[in-house]
């Protein structure tokens, strides 16, 4: 399993950067896939993910903010950062579940495979 983002950078609060995630080594659409991030001292968080159908959770903190999508040809995991605030200054990872589903979301623990990480700083 090999996951590689790209994307992050530095913008002004208020701005917007895409985020994407290659993935390869695996039946991409059968699995769920999700963005985490984590800033120094803190935990890591769930962000965003989407499940085998599609389906999507977002955090409350991005909500209305961020999408994220998935390319089940192209196998990839984008995340859309709009609106973007100097608290999601922070590392963001892809990562992919060993589980897929159809009826509900997979949780934090079941993501096993994990991007070596793209920085995102976002100044006030």
């Known amino acids: 399993v090999q996951l590689v983002e790209s994307g992050g950078g530095s913008v002004q609060s208020g701005g917007s950067l895409r985020l994407s995630c290659a993935a390869s080594?695996?039946?991409?659409?059968?699995?769920?896939m999700g963005w985490f991030r984590q800033a120094p001292g803190k935990e890591r968080e769930l962000v965003a993910s989407?499940?085998?159908?599609?389906?999507?959770y977002y955090a409350d903190s991005v909500k209305g903010r961020f999408t994220v999508s998935r390319d089940n040809v192209k196998n990839t995991l984008d995340l859309q950062m709009n609106s973007l605030k100097p608290e999601d200054t922070s590392e963001y990872y892809c990562?992919?579940?060993?589980?897929?589903?159809?009826?509900?979301?997979?949780?934090?623990?079941?993501?096993?495979?994990w991007g070596q990480g793209t920085q995102v700083i976002v100044s006030s």
């Open positions: 990562a992919a579940a060993t589980f897929g589903y159809l009826t509900r979301m997979c949780r934090p623990v079941e993501y096993k495979y």
């Open positions: 080594g695996f039946t991409f659409r059968h699995y769920c």
């Open positions: 989407l499940n085998s159908l599609a389906s999507t």
